[in-house]
């Protein structure tokens, strides 16, 4: 099997064609869906890091589930689950340095989370109150932290894979080792967005990764009403950038890829596109209801490839997990979540003085004048 | 007269339309299968077929540009942007393009399209998903900007705007589509003209000048102070281009007095355009200078207990009407 990335094969586009020799037609894997693991692709790492992979893929889909709950009961506005697309963003989160910055989509996040961004301060950016860095601006899902070098997606899709490229083009710039890795959904790359970031990072060849999650669905429009390209990968070879298709439910697998695209990034040797193949187990969000365009049996055909469950029993079948270390460490994870939703919800909302705060640098003269008015005409309730 | 809700109403226009106009087709972002994101197109693919209601790929620039193409050649589209604020990506098919040909080909093609979907605040939704796009496109000469406060317009003024020869940008209320209202009875085939406000209620205290959801509010403070002897003469524009400036001054030159009511910024727009009018027109009639209830100058934060000091509230126009009447 040649390297999918370092030596594209320079097979044609074969319409249809979803196998193959060709990395953007053929589908990389490390970890098969029983949870055996190709052992001539499965990258080098030890018990320690294989299992802190695990540990922050059960986090984030426990803190999903606890999350969606919460929404439910009316505690929180908005949440837009990843459960089934676990394995692409903690696989990303792993494969960076500090120095590295990440453009997400919808459904990365997490990857702050792997990056050392504290969980509490997480959780409160879904209910935006006083604890939250952004203080109370951005909505839930959209989260971003400056201190782990990671922005927020645009509500309209599409704007940060050209942000990402360019971040990238500055890295080159500056002359730094930065790499930036830039999400897109599969829907999403319908956008004219999508087009200018892969035209201008085959142009330009900074050390950007851009990864698309092809999760199946775009809300209620599946992928194949997006585009009639075989396979979102190949559509890099019409930029001049290298394309992989990479199995989005195999922790390994996108570990595998990514780190090698990363490299390569760091090295000079020019962009990658990566098309992740995973599915989204839940709802489109919290106002998505998604019993009324797919098919129960479609889910838990997807259900069987599960990313936590692949990955767990390979750890077991490798001795690196058992029972008792399993339930301990939900049972760890389960307490500490719930301590920070608990910290959370007791924080205050945002202050009414941070209205008129960071629409420019400075609060400009004009917006000190609406703050008097705010001010006289409903003195401030305070922190309530 | 019957009641119906502002998204019953906004799909019988379509449906109605449709029927009438062979040409007539709706294309936008899961408005065949799904119904709609509001489900204002229910039941349209199942009567029109996928020719005529069409679900495109995730690019607003690519099916209002389609949009455009079809409508230079013969046909009517209706395009449905998911909200307004996805309308940005297709800004130059919209305010080059479509408000544009008419003039440009020395009025050889026609654009005639409606643009329609959600526009401004919903709950929660923050920043870039919270605009009124009402003074961007209010800007441009050659578009016809219609905001419907009620179903009956809401209705109303769709079927007028499919029937148009100009582009329409058609502004519906996210938080309208549930509203009750009456509607006439399907086969009264009612055309409520572009242009034209309406007073919709009298009064000698204080015009107020509202449209979209503020307009209810207005209609609520008018309540409340009738109960102070206050009466409010409310007008609704119902187009914001061309406004309807006559019934306006008319309705200033009766009370003497004028408070604006938008959710838009207050730099510009059609609240700005409003108060240049009237300062123009009936200067002398005015008993007080005229005041604007608008939103905050920021953009929309996503905590509710900001969101909710930013949007114009009833609370906040029976202030500006108090200021006006020096009560
Ligand atoms: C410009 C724009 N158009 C439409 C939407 C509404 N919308 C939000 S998410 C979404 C689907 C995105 O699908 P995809 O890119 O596949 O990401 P996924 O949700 O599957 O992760 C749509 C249509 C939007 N946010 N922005
Ligand atoms: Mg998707």
């Known amino acids: 099997m040649p390297d999918p990335l370092r030596d594209p094969a320079p097979v044609p586009v074969r319409p249809g064609e979803t196998t193959g020799e060709d990395p953007a037609l053929g589908l990389f894997q490390v970890l098969r869906e029983d949870g055996r693991a190709r052992g001539e692709w499965a990258p080098d790492l030890g018990a320690k890091t294989l299992r802190a992979m695990f540990r922050h893929m059960l986090r984030v889909r426990l803190l999903d589930e606890r999350m969606m709950m919460r929404q439910r009961q009316g505690k929180v506005g908005f949440y837009g689950a990843i459960t089934g697309q676990e394995a692409t963003p903690i696989a990303a989160g792993f494969a960076l340095k500090t120095q590295d910055w990440v453009f997400p989509a919808l459904r990365e996040s997490a990857i702050m989370l792997v990056r050392g961004f504290p969980l509490t301060r997480y959780i409160a950016q879904v209910y935006g109150n006083a604890g939250d ?69 085959g142009v330009f060849k900074p050390p950007v990764v851009l990864i698309c999650q092809n999760n199946h669905w775009a809300i209620s429009v599946p992928s194949e009403k997006q585009t009639a390209s075989a396979t979102f990968a190949v559509k890099a070879r019409a930029y001049g950038i290298p394309g992989v298709r990479v199995d989005g439910n195999d922790v390994l697998g996108t570990y595998r890829v990514i780190k090698e695209a990363v490299l390569r990034a760091r090295e000079g040797e020019g962009p990658t596109f990566i098309e992740a193949v995973t599915y989204r187990i839940g709802a489109h969000s919290s106002s998505d209801d998604p019993t009324r365009y797919r098919s129960e049996e479609e889910v838990e055909a997807w259900r069987q490839k599960d990313p936590l469950q692949r990955f767990e029993r390979f750890l077991r079948s490798e001795g690196h997990l058992d029972d008792g270390l399993r339930d301990s460490l939900e049972a760890e994870l389960e307490a500490e979540i719930k301590a920070a939703i608990t910290e959370v919800e007791a924080m205050p909302r945002p202050a009414t003085e941070t209205l008129f705060e960071d629409v420019y640098a400075d609060v400009p003269w004009h917006l000190r004048a609406q703050e008097d008015e705010l001010r006289a005409a409903d003195p401030p309730p305070g922190h309530d | 007269m019957r009641e119906i809700r502002y998204r019953e109403a906004l799909r019988e226009a379509l449906m109605e339309e449709m029927e009438r106009d062979g040409t007539v087709f709706l294309m936008g972002e899961e408005v065949g299968h799904y119904e ?292």
Not at chain 2, 81 to 100: E, H, L, P, R
Not at chain 2, 233 to 252: F, G, H, Q
Not at chain 2, 254 to 282: L, M, S
């Open chain 2, 36 to 327: 709609g994101a509001y489900k204002v197109s229910q039941g349209l693919l199942a009567q029109f077929g996928e020719q005529r209601v069409i679900d495109t790929p995730i690019a607003e620039a690519g099916f209002a540009g389609i949009g455009v193409g079809a409508a230079m050649t013969g046909l009517r589209p209706i395009i449905e942007f998911m909200t307004w604020n996805f309308s940005f990506v297709a800004f130059d098919q919209i305010i080059s393009n479509a408000a544009k040909i008419h003039q440009m080909s020395g009025g050889k093609l026609t654009c005639p399209m409606v643009f329609r979907g959600p526009n401004g605040a919903a709950k929660q939704v923050a920043a870039q998903h919270s605009h009124s796009v009402d003074p961007f496109y209010t800007n441009i000469p050659g578009l016809y900007v219609v905001m419907p406060a009620t179903p009956r317009d809401a209705k109303g003024l769709l079927k007028t705007s499919i029937r148009n020869d100009d582009p329409v940008v058609f502004l519906e209320g996210e938080t309208l589509y549930n509203l009750k209202g009456e509607v006439p009875e399907e086969d009264e085939d009612e055309l409520i003209p572009l242009g034209v406000a309406r007073v919709a209620r009298e009064g000698d205290g204080c015009t107020v000048v509202a449209w979209g959801r503020p307009f209810h509010n207005a209609m609520e403070a008018a309540e409340i102070l009738a109960k102070d002897g206050i009466e409010l003469e409310v007008v609704d524009p119902r187009t914001l281009r061309p406004l309807d400036t006559d019934a306006i001054v008319r309705s200033v030159k009766k009370t003497n007095r004028c408070v604006v009511v938008h959710e838009h910024w207050p730099y510009g727009g059609p609240g700005a355009e409003i108060v240049d009018v009237v300062q123009r027109e009936a200067f002398d009639y005015l008993d007080a200078p005229v005041e604007r209830v608008a939103a905050w100058d920021v953009p929309m934060p996503y905590a509710s207990n900001l969101e909710e000091l930013v949007l114009p509230t009833t609370e906040r126009v029976l202030e500006a009407v108090r200021a006006v009447s020096y009560r």
């Open chain 1, 133 to 201: 860095v952004l203080k109370g601006r951005q909505m839930p899902s959209h989260m971003s932290g400056r201190a782990v070098n990671q922005v927020a997606w645009s509500s309209c899709l599409g704007p940060q894979l050209p942000q990402a490229v360019g971040a990238a083009m500055a890295a080159k710039h500056r002359g730094d080792d930065a790499v930036v890795l830039g999400f897109i959904g599969d829907g999403a790359t319908s956008e004219p967005d999508f087009h200018a970031a892969m035209n201008f990072a």
